[in-house]
């Protein structure tokens, strides 16, 4: 049986905006050695704004974010919102003929015809088209039509608020703090560097979060915390997954055993203090 004093920690965590799915989950909080990561969504707002427009090849500024925007309308990934938003009443009721999403990489539609790519580096690579490999201080979503290279926009993003405390605080618990993500090197560098984070992985798929994983799990009890569609397998393999309840989709509410309602990262330092108080309670 379970010791009360496990429903009394869940309960006292749910006032914290922490809803723990099962009183297993207490001990495995209370063994977390690592602590992983995703960024965008998780660590940073994940609300990008578009801090730059780059045409090339003839194409001009408005042709590059219109034709970016129509491939992205249907797409729910935050860059994709921040696209179509940047846009705002200029954006025509264009429809895709047809559309693609490639899960950590981009968008592939077809628009009165053309071809149509935005996605990162990685997409432009795969798909043979050439393209400026910049730093240009945010995320630079690059855009090809028919092959060919129109340019690239810059998004950015913020990192939450308490971010930089929840990274402070699991180290204070002696927690290993690992940062992985689907962003380039450059993005992921500035992000951990300003957050304190020693360890990360940049430029991932979604299997390779997952083997980001299955690798930290080697070393000790692994949990991670994740917001998006992408973040659900990963969250499923780690020994305690977490999700954003708020910015998260379905996906990664569903499988988590842990979910922040308010999307606050220090809430994980926070229930792994939680869990090694109720067990010193129990013992
Ligand atoms: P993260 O791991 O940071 O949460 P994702 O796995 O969602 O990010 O995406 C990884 C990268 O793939 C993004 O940084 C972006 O470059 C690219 N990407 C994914 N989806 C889109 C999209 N709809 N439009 C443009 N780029 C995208
Ligand atoms: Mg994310």
Same mark, same amino acid.
């Not at 309308?73 to 990934?77: D, E, F, T, W």
């Not at 954003?244 to 998260?248: D, K, Q």
């Given at each position: 049986s379970v010791p009360l004093s496990y429903f009394a920690s869940i309960g006292r965590s749910a006032r914290e905006e922490v809803l723990i799915k099962g009183a297993n989950f207490v001990d495995v909080l209370n063994s977390t050695e690592i602590v992983a990561f995703d960024k965008t969504g998780t660590l940073t707002k994940g609300k990008f704004s578009v801090s730059k427009i780059v045409p090339k090849n003839g194409f001009s500024e408005d042709e590059v974010l219109m034709l970016a925007a129509v491939a992205e309308? $249907?797409? $729910?990934?935050p860059i994709a919102r921040s696209i179509v938003e940047a846009l705002g009443e200029r954006m025509e009721a264009m429809e895709p003929e047809s559309y693609r999403e490639i899960s950590g990489r981009g968008v592939i539609a077809k628009v009165d015809g053309k071809e149509i790519v935005v996605g990162n580096d990685a997409l432009m690579h795969e798909l043979g088209i050439e393209h400026d490999s910049c730093d240009v201080g945010g995320t630079a979503v690059h855009v090809g039509v028919d092959g060919r290279y129109a340019g690239y926009i810059v998004v950015e993003d913020e990192v939450k608020e308490d971010a930089e405390r929840a990274v402070r605080e699991l180290k204070e618990l002696g927690c290993r703090v690992v940062m992985v993500t689907g962003d380039s090197e450059e993005v992921a560098r500035r992000v951990a560097e300003r957050l304190g984070i020693d360890e990360y992985h940049a430029e991932l798929l979604p299997e390779g979060k997952v083997s980001v994983v299955e690798g930290l799990k080697k070393n000790g009890k692994v949990a991670f915390a994740g917001d998006g569609i992408n973040d659900a397998p990963v969250i499923a393999a780690a020994d305690v997954g977490i999700a954003? =309840? =708020?910015? =998260?989709s379905d996906a990664s509410i569903d499988v988590a055993d842990v979910v922040i309602m308010d999307d606050m990262p220090s809430k994980v330092p926070r229930s792994i203090a939680f869990a090694r108080r109720t067990q010193r309670i129990v013992w």
């Open positions: 309308v $249907n797409s $729910n990934h954003m =309840g =708020g910015l =998260g």
